[in-house]
């Protein structure tokens, strides 16, 4: 095979060792029935001239024959006219049928050398791939590649013919869709991966191309398995923007759908929401708890406070002299010079709070700064890293036995949490008219009160909740966070929530609150430099760093995750109180294929 060449992309299920892709098999059912999809380099692909009633050579030869003799002829003949002073444009049969001819061939001749070319093009070009898949259907289909589409074709067998409306939705577009082209060097390539030679990790530095690094390393990993990475997309993402901040040797990508919920009105200004979830009725729910807001005259925030956590355990010979740095730290006297070894860590970063906890000999140290737009998680480690080698001085008998000893508390229910807060402490609440209660969520004001107390109260209490006295505030706290490039393992804290309903004005509206006190967000750093997540974070208006106000962009997104929350409490807690849940689920969460005219 010429090196200029790209390899044709193989959708075969890969195996180990390796071995030669055969031609298709007579029997098209049996090669859908295994599973394979295959691509077969010696397969005869179409070609303009096949459809010629003579080979190429003899074909061309018979129209320039042609061309030159009626020319001749012609030319013969309007000499006679002039020398017989007979009009030209009175034509005999046998002149009418010469023109015809010429004409004719004319053509021809002239397209000649647009077909050659057009075959050189078609059979070598590395932009154009003909590929013979083996689909569902039991026959295989030619799917030729021109640029970015694909004209999925029938080959051999019964069934559909020309352009396949049923095999271009189906399993075999979406089998193109991520195919990987690899030339004969990426293959050594890869045989060095599978074989333990080249480490996997270490392709984006030694290729120097994410993309290309991505696609071997796919490749490798079918052939190891002996899985079929196909619905795995790959097309169309940036792998070079998620180098060293986002994800270790990328295979592809995962793709979920976003939808938009609002206009949520919170503190006077309209936002629309982007959420990202799989679970249908979710965005439709919180659309329709932000129209009942927007129509009571919209909700309000308040941020109680900010500050991120990180709390190291240390160990000491005794419980005494692990108390001595406890008193040390907790004293006001010493927090200005510990805050200023602290801060040493960046900018923006500014401790407010140290808490101590003793267990023996053992010493939890939990320390609370501010950190701008960035969610902060590094950047606290980071100070807390400078008053450990600070503190060494003082109490060289300190032995720090991990930066994180769980008092912070990071991705975990904790009750500390609960209390003191970690991240954003947002509490956001409005009053919903009476008639916008019984018009949009289809309910009673009483009967939102009486479900509140005994669900997310009682109920809560009953099961031992540790901030969950919600209906499903991580349902919407998920699907922003995924949305806006947010850590989504900190869903467990941020989703603390208590809902409170009350009936106000002599017992006509409701007033709906919740309080939210660890909502870990940030508008800079990690996840939120992606393309799509950026783009999330633009239609908020929060994206990047504030310039005027650090730290103002991401407090903003934390008020408008709580306002969401309230969106989304108020509309499911109605369709409980109104007996709906279960048809509205039935109506946006359910698929209406039908499953048993699938194919497998």
């Not at 303009?48 to 061309?60: F, H, K, R």
């Not at 991520?178 to 990426?186: G, I, P």
């Not at 530095?205 to 796919?218: E, N, P, Q, V, Y």
């Not at 002599?506 to 430099?529: A, C, F, N, R, W």
Request: proline share 5%.
């Amino acid at each position: 095979m010429d090196a200029r060449r790209p390899r044709r992309p193989s959708f075969s299920t890969p195996s180990k060792p390796p071995r030669p892709r055969p031609r298709p098999p007579p029997s098209a059912a049996a090669a859908a029935a295994a599973g394979e999809l295959l691509v077969d380099p010696n397969h005869h692909y179409p070609k303009a001239s096949d459809a010629l009633p003579l080979p190429l050579y003899l074909t061309n030869a018979v129209f320039l024959v042609l061309f030159f003799s009626v020319a001749c002829f012609l030319l013969r003949r309007w000499r006679e006219k002039i020398l017989d002073s007979t009009p030209l444009h009175v034509v005999t049969l046998s002149e009418l049928a010469a023109l015809v001819s010429l004409l004719a061939s004319l053509i021809y001749l002239l397209g000649f050398f647009g077909i050659g070319l057009v075959q050189s093009f078609v059979s070598w070009s590395p932009a154009r791939h003909d590929i013979v898949v083996g689909d569902v259907n039991g026959h295989w289909r030619v799917m030729e590649q021109e640029e970015d589409k694909f004209i999925i074709k029938e080959e051999d067998g019964e069934g559909c013919s020309g352009a396949c409306t049923e095999c271009a939705a189906g399993p075999l577009a979406d089998a193109l869709s991520t195919f990987v082209a690899l030339t004969e060097e990426d293959e050594e390539i890869i045989k060095s991966v599978v074989d333990g030679t080249t480490p996997s990790y270490s392709l984006e530095s030694k290729l120097g191309d994410c993309k290309r690094a991505a696609a071997i390393r796919r490749e490798a990993v079918q052939r190891m398995t002996g899985r079929s990475m196909e619905g795995l997309a790959f097309e169309g993402f940036d792998y070079a923007s998620i180098l060293g901040q986002c994800c270790e040797m990328p295979i592809g990508y995962v793709q979920v759908p976003v939808g938009v919920a609002g206009p949520l009105l919170l503190d006077g200004i309209e936002y629309v929401v982007p959420m990202a979830t799989t679970e249908g009725c979710l965005v439709a729910s919180t659309n329709r708890g932000c129209k009942a807001i927007n129509t009571s005259g919209g909700a309000a925030s308040v941020v109680l406070r900010d500050g991120m956590t990180r709390a190291p355990v240390v160990r000491f010979g005794s419980a005494k002299r692990a108390a001595e740095l406890k008193l040390f730290l907790e004293d006001p006297g010493n927090l200005d010079t510990i805050a200023v070894v602290f801060n040493r860590s960046s900018r923006f970063a500014k401790l407010q709070d140290i808490r101590c906890a003793l267990a023996g000999k053992n010493l939890f140290i939990r320390f609370m700064c501010s950190t701008g737009d960035a969610m902060g998680m590094n950047m606290v480690s980071k100070g807390v890293q400078n008053v450990l080698d600070f503190l060494r001085a003082d109490f060289p008998d300190m032995e720090v036995i991990g930066i994180s000893g769980n008092y912070c508390s990071d991705k975990k229910p904790a009750a500390i949490n609960w209390i003191e807060g970690r991240g954003k402490s947002v509490v956001c609440e409005a009053v919903i008219k009476e008639e916008v209660v019984q018009k949009v969520l289809k309910t009673t004001v009483p009967a939102l009160v009486e479900l509140n107390m005994l669900k997310n109260l009682t109920g809560s209490a009953m099961a031992g909740a540790l901030g969950g006295f919600n209906a499903h505030a991580s349902n919407i706290v998920s699907a922003i966070f995924i949305a806006t490039g947010q850590d989504p393992a900190q869903n467990v804290e941020s989703s603390h929530c208590i809902t409170m309903m009350e009936a106000v004005n002599d017992g006509k509206d409701l007033h709906v609150s919740v309080s939210m006190p660890s909502i870990e967000v940030g508008t800079v750093g990690g996840g939120t430099q992606l393309a799509s997540q950026s783009a999330c974070l633009n239609l908020l208006g929060v994206k990047g760093a504030s310039q005027d106000s650090p730290g103002s962009n991401s407090r903003l997104l934390a008020t408008i995750v709580a306002g969401s929350v309230l969106a989304g409490e108020l509309s499911l807690m109605s369709a409980l109180a109104a007996g709906q849940l279960v048809k509205s689920h039935m109506k946006y969460n359910r698929s209406s294929k039908d499953v048993s005219k699938m194919a497998c």
